[in-house]
């Protein structure tokens, strides 16, 4: 093709070369020249017509705008959607646990256990696992007031400093005011400021005091410890009152300790024998084989007894005081002595006469070095009750000049809190550097908040020897500070990071010493990795050398034989413990191992001064008020007839009746502190004298998540047997169902309609063990978190609606006969109680898979009963149809919602909402959920497993109920998995004919399926209940 | 068709002509409606009303706002569902069996009775409508839809689908049945319209009878219609009823899982159904003085048949216990215990009584036959029908197998005015049908009167 001549023109200023053509001819869009205004126009009103109809209509029916901000520059170590892990350590006061933080996108979400320590061993409690939510607390200081005024730290300081100096100059007094301080450099920051204000005292009380412990053991061994005791070495324990499952000391520790003791199967025949003796149904004595009701007023007797017991096989010279008949006691003196060495003796009473008297029968048994480890001290108290004492009455004589409260409320929660909240008013300095604004935080004049520990740098000695770190998991919320830096900028300090300070002490106090051959930034790491570092113990045991002659003789002054009149023991409330965390729902809503009430304290009574005051309970909850008077102060509180209450004796707890705490507590029950009464010099948490309860006419309703107190002598739910029996045959408690056909009686196994599922990879189960289960509850407090289950308050749960995805059942014994069903409904007046955790059975014939219209529940191809919430439309035939019901419906919207604000702050506030888990849905309402088997954790476990081109270990999946059982009594994992460890333990043989089928043979003669018969055939197992007794109820 | 016999009483009284008939029940419709239909009619209104803000609450809150909880997930829904649909029984017994039976005292009632079913059902099919989480998608999710979700389809296992059909056949079944057996009555009505010269309503009538023109082979086809949708709805009858009970039948729980309830509830359904057509009726029969076409030989039958099917319910009633003691299946066993001892005794209680022991009383003639003891007793009948349901549903989950989770239910305002909202729907439209509609079968009727159109000077017998 040739070239062409010719030339096309776009148009005849390029023909005529106009310059304005030639001007613009490189561009691509030509100026038009100035832009003209063409007028609205028919066609504009119509389009803008439309459009503004249109951005009506879509801003009417807008979804909410939800802000998802990007990192701009994105920190190394967090990549959004993996969680990150840190080690750390709750502290909150006294009560320690070595935890791992689990964090997304620099939130922290999640609290497990440690299992580096030695001391918590990986296990948490359910107020550790909530205490998460409280760093979202909604009430928690922004910043820094000065009385109702919101100010600046370097005003704060500035005024702070002028006081202190003020003080200072003219010698006036200083202290400083909190609970046990677990952390070495903390103490030594204080010191610092000690040393510039030399007129500062450092005062530490316990809001439960172990107080007279400390007395007794200072004249047993010259000084004032609390010893580490070690349970799982007792063949025998004997308890006085003391809840060492639930609330007394180191209950993380003990419970794990106490659960290998009771963890038995056909090759381990043997387990530890428990005596409880005390007035109050606490969850140890509701797990006691023996338990002995008896008056508070009788117990420090009843030490003295066992004492002289103990001391006539001995061959030492008895005691005076001792009180004949208590039941049980001669049994146990009698297992005491035959297991020297191998046993303990416990007690609650902060007296330190009894504790001498616990002491020494401890020591005639050898116990000393064995399960009592005194080369072991706890830092757990170290209250001092009469230090505590005398500063309130120098405070109220105006001797003090300033206070610094630290992180410590005892406004609220000492028993003379009022009067010291009536003499701040006249103090020149007061400070609290408590993160919300508290009763104490309320009361002082200058709030300079503390970071939550999930932000703070911290180190903290729980035992001796035993550290662990602290570091923080988020940056400050708030603009608070961490109070070490209050404390030492206030001393004048210039080196004031207390991250630097921690550092340095570290380095000081242990890498000097031992630096393992690594540099310090290494051994720093690794400490800060493994979040805890241990040097040796001391093995040397003091010598017991206490007079319990002058103790037993003591011990008249307080206790009698034959009081006559009501007796109040004030308890520790399992759920918000002292009170500290009770603005948190998570607590609220964990139902009371023991009533199952939730939000609130009634006080408990048996059924025989029930009976006598009038006082009814009914099944719906409802009661009446009771009017307590002690020692002239009068409260209302509801009334609950409470099986195992020692009749004369009324339970009141403590951790309520909080005025100044947020909106999740506010106006909850009343504050029993005030009932607690100082006796020689200690705190004493049970009166004798001038109780009185009447009752008034009006009615309550208790919000309780189980209502029906026995299982009916259903022995498809709850199998069990004594030790006795089951040393004979490891079979023994349980009931095999059979179904009658025509012809014979067959195993309902082998009956079905269905043709049942086959599981190529995976066959998920689980196991739990009754008789290690102690029935605390942490689990449903970490399930809560897991998966975001919604908390409803205490309406919904009078309405019975709590969403609780794990419960733990109660039940106790009844002297009913079988068949006569009303007899049955009662519980006996001391009863023996099991648990029961139940949740998603995951049936491999799930009823509530066939009814479900919409396929909205189906079985997975691992076992798994999975439920699709964005499929469900609400017809709760699968609840209706779940025997076991465990499903739960969303019966209001309870996200998003401003009639759940309160009581649900974790799904309806923007601070709360940062602790949901974004691997789980938070469900919208009229859609059914359950258990899931943390789904979310399967599903990272073999995501995981995949990336590495391997098949999964056993192990890697862990429930979230099973990471936080401290006792080991939830085991999960893969049934098709020869060698996984629930395999092992249920002792799994496949059917030959079916090797992938659901028929599996079990070979644990103690598991069993809860109700056999109906053939839904679950994937959850349960192990018998077996108690050291030596006959069952019933025979005995 | 000659229906005289000497044996046999005449089914209408008053020596009523084909004219009669025509003019009396026509002129319901065509006059203006009395103070008395006003009365009821706003009452009714006043009961939709109220009903419709109780609904709307609970749809703007949930499903909360009714008393139900963990454990007790259906309550008054069902309960309600399944008292309604029971309701809805006899009109079709009465249309479709008797009618193959060639029972002629249905003629008087058939036509009240089918429209009484037809607004049982809508009344019913509210209840699983309004019962579920999510009524904004279930109500097509329900339905087994081509649909953009990939795969899904619905749960052929389920008795709640197999309800859903039932309920629509049985509904479209009914309303063609009920509508066919009106064309020609509307085709009355026209014609007396254009000769009094009511254009407006001629007009109106004669669309809805579809230009009906009274042709010898119209009334061939229309006869055969009848009949074919008479044999259709037969089934019908027995398997509705028998659907709804599967629901419990097929589930696992005590009190719920048991092989009688299909015959039990059929035979309940039907009891139910005829105490209200009883009662309707008897209104009816009063406020459009219609003494002489539902008369107390009508009345009479129909409690004939409520002591037949409350004698089979009760017989239903002891055969439970019987085998709940039986059969030595503990959660069994104690289920009926708790029925009948437990804290819902009161129901158990009022269902017996209102069940078995009060239909017994007709045996004696002098009550069956007594316009205001029947009026009574089948109100009593109705309100036993529904504890009996209550029973079955409330008590058997209330305190099913695991002890730690038994609960009581209590009814709020909106379970309550959930169930207004249907008495509400239910009598306006019932009170509109009879006011625009004939309420007899004309055309029916005039098949057993006497033959002549000439009035006798004296009234028979």
Known sequence: ?1036 | MQASSVFRESLVTGGKTVHDVSHDISCQVENKPSRLWWMAFGISLVLLTWGAYCCWMMLWHGIGMWGLNKTVGWAWDITNFVWWVGIGHAGTLISAILLLFRQRWRMSINRAAEAMTIFAVICALSFPGFHMGRLWLGFYWALPLPNAFGSLWVNFNSPLLWDVFAISTYFSVSLLFWYMGLIPDFAVIRDRAVRMGHMTRARIYNALSFGWDGAAKTWMRYESVALILAGLSTPLVLSVHTIVSFDFATSVIPGWHTTIFPPYFVAGAIFSGFAMVLTLLLVTRKVFKLEDYITIYHVELMNIIIIVTGSIVGVAYITELFIAWYGQVPAESYAFYNRVMGPYWWAYASMMTCNVISPQLFWIKKIRTNLMATFVLSIIVNIGMWFERFVIIVTSLHRDYLPSSWTMFHPTMYDIGQYTFTFGIFFTAFFLFAKFFPVINMAEVKSIVKSTSEKKSSTAH
């Open chain 1, 1 to 1036: 093709m040739g070239t062409t001549k010719k030339t096309y023109w776009k148009g005849l200023e390029q023909l005529k070369h106009d310059p304005a053509y030639i001007k613009n001819a490189d561009k691509e869009f030509v100026n038009l020249g100035a832009e003209e205004d063409p007028g609205h126009s028919r066609r504009d009103f119509l389009k803008m017509m439309g459009f503004s109809v249109a951005a009506v209509s879509l801003a009417a029916c807008e979804a909410p705008v939800r802000k998802a901000i990007p990192y701009v520059n994105k920190p190394v170590d967090v990549d959004p959607g993996i969680p990150n892990y840190y080690a750390s350590t709750y502290i909150n006061g006294g009560d320690y646990c070595s935890i791992v933080v689990k964090t997304r996108e620099g939130r922290p979400i999640k609290i497990e256990g440690n299992a580096l320590s030695s001391v918590s061993k990986g296990g948490t409690s359910a107020q550790v696992e909530a205490s998460v939510l409280s760093l979202y607390d909604n009430y928690r200081l922004r910043g820094v007031k000065i009385g109702d005024k919101s100010e600046t730290w370097e005003n704060l300081d500035k005024e702070v400093i002028a006081k202190l100096g003020e003080i200072a100059g003219k010698g006036g007094q200083i202290r400083i005011v909190s609970n046990t301080i677990l952390s070495p450099s903390t103490l030594a920051t204080i010191d610092k400021f000690k040393a510039k204000y030399p007129t500062t005292q450092h005062i530490q009380y316990d809001q439960v005091s172990s107080y007279g412990m400390m007395k007794a053991n200072e004249a047993s061994f010259g000084t004032a410890f609390i010893p580490s005791y070690d349970f799982s070495k007792a063949s025998v324990i004997v308890s006085f009152g003391a809840d060492f499952l639930g609330t007394w000391l180191a209950p993380i520790e003990f419970a794990r300790q106490f659960a290998t003791t009771r963890k038995i199967d056909e090759e381990h025949r043997e387990m530890s024998r428990h005596y409880q003796f005390e007035a109050n149904l606490s969850l140890t004595g509701a797990n006691a084989d023996y338990r002995t009701m008896i008056r508070p007023s009788q117990s420090g007797l009843a030490v003295a007894q066992l004492y002289n017991l103990i001391a006539a096989k001995a061959g030492k010279g008895l005691v005076g005081g001792g009180l004949e008949g208590v039941a049980n006691l001669d049994k146990a003196a009698e297992d005491l002595w035959a297991n020297r060495g191998r046993s303990l003796v416990v007690s609650r009473s902060n007296n330190p006469s009894v504790q001498i008297l616990i002491n020494g029968i401890n020591d005639m048994l050898g116990n000393y070095g064995t399960t009592i480890l005194p080369n072991l001290p706890v830092n757990y108290r170290k209250g001092n009750d009469e230090q505590m004492a005398a500063f309130i009455a120098d405070a109220e004589a105006g001797k003090i000049d300033g206070v610094i409260f630290y992180n410590c409320n005892p406004v609220y929660d000492h028993p003379m809190g009022e009067k010291l909240g009536a003499a701040l008013k006249n103090m020149t300095l007061t400070v609290a550097t408590n993160y919300t604004e508290d009763e104490t935080g309320s009361s002082v004049t200058y709030k300079a908040p503390d970071h939550h520990y999930l932000e703070s740098w911290n180190d903290a000695e729980p035992k001796k020897n035993m550290y662990s770190l602290s570091q923080p998991a988020i940056t400050p919320i708030f603009k608070s500070r961490q109070a070490q830096e209050s404390f030492m900028v206030w001393a004048g300090e210039t080196n004031v990071d207390y991250f630097n300070v921690v550092k340095e002490n570290w380095r000081n106090w242990f890498f000097n010493k031992d630096s393992k051959g690594m540099d310090f930034q290494s051994w720093w790491d690794k400490c800060l990795y493994d979040g805890v570092y241990e040097l040796n113990i001391d093995t040397t045991i003091p010598a017991f050398r206490g007079d319990v002659a002058a103790a037993a003789s003591a011990l008249a002054s307080r206790y009698k034989a034959d009081n006559k009149g009501m007796e109040l023991v004030v308890y520790e409330s399992f759920g918000v413990g002292n009170g500290s965390q009770a603005n948190n729902p998570l607590l609220q809503e964990l139902p009371d191992p023991i009533t199952k009430v939730v939000w609130d304290h009634p006080i408990s009574i048996s059924q025989r001064d029930a009976t006598a005051l009038g006082f009814t309970n009914d099944g719906e909850s409802f009661t009446q008020i009771g009017a307590l008077t002690v020692a002239g102060k009068t409260v209302n509180v509801p009334v609950l007839i409470q099986p195992g209450q020692m009749p004369g004796t009324i339970g009141l707890s403590i951790g309520y009746g909080r005025t100044k705490v947020g909106k999740v507590a506010e106006n909850l029950g009343i504050n029993a502190y005030p009932f607690l009464s100082v006796s020689d010099g200690t705190v004493s948490f049970s009166s004798f004298e001038g109780v009185t309860l009447a009752k008034t006419e009006t009615t309550f309703q208790l919000a309780q998540t189980q209502t029906h107190q026995t299982y009916m002598g259903r022995e498809n739910v709850i199998q069990e047997s004594v030790l006795s029996e089951f040393q004979k045959d490891p079979a023994a408690g349980r009931e095999l169902p059979k179904i009658t056909k025509w012809d014979e009686k067959v195993d309902p196994s082998t009956l079905s309609l269905w043709k049942g599922h086959d599981y190529k990879s995976h066959h998920w189960g689980m196991a739990i063990d009754l008789n290690s289960c102690t029935g605390c509850g942490a689990c449903i407090v970490a399930c809560n978190v897991e998966n975001n289950v919604a908390i409803v308050g205490k309406d919904e749960v009078i309405r019975r609606r709590e969403m609780h995805w794990m419960r733990i059942d109660r039940y106790y014994s009844s002297d009913g006969k079988p068949g006569d069903y009303d007899a049955m409904e009662k519980a006996s007046e001391n009863p023996e109680v099991v648990f029961q955790p139940m949740l998603c059975q995951h049936c491999n014939n799930a009823p509530c898979e066939t009814v479900c219209p919409v396929a909205a529940t189906t079985h997975s191809t691992e076992g798994l009963n999975q439920m699709t919430y964005n499929r469900c439309i609400g017809t709760r035939y699968c609840a209706n149809n779940c025997p076991y019901k465990v499903r739960r419906f969303n019966w209001f919207k309870y996200h998003d919602n401003q009639q759940f604000y309160a009581q649900n702050p974790a799904m309806n506030t923007d601070l709360g909402r940062m602790v949901l888990n974004p691997e789980v849905t938070v469900r919208s309402r009229g859609v059914m959920e359950k258990c899931s088997f943390c789904v979310q954790r399967i599903q990272s476990g073999k995501l995981a497993a995949k990336r590495e081109k391997r098949p999964m270990k056993d192990g890697e999946v862990v429930t979230a109920c099973q990471a936080a059982c401290m006792t080991g009594a939830i085991m999960f994992g893969d049934m098709n998995d020869p060698n996984s460890a629930i395999t092992k333990y249920l002792k799994i043989t496949p059917d030959e004919k079916r090797p992938y089928g659901i028929d599996k043979k079990i070979g644990n003669p103690r598991a069993y399926r809860v109700l056999e018969e109906i053939g839904v055939k679950p994937n959850i197992f349960y192990l018998t209940k077996i108690r050291n007794k030596e006959a069952s109820r019933g025979e005995a």
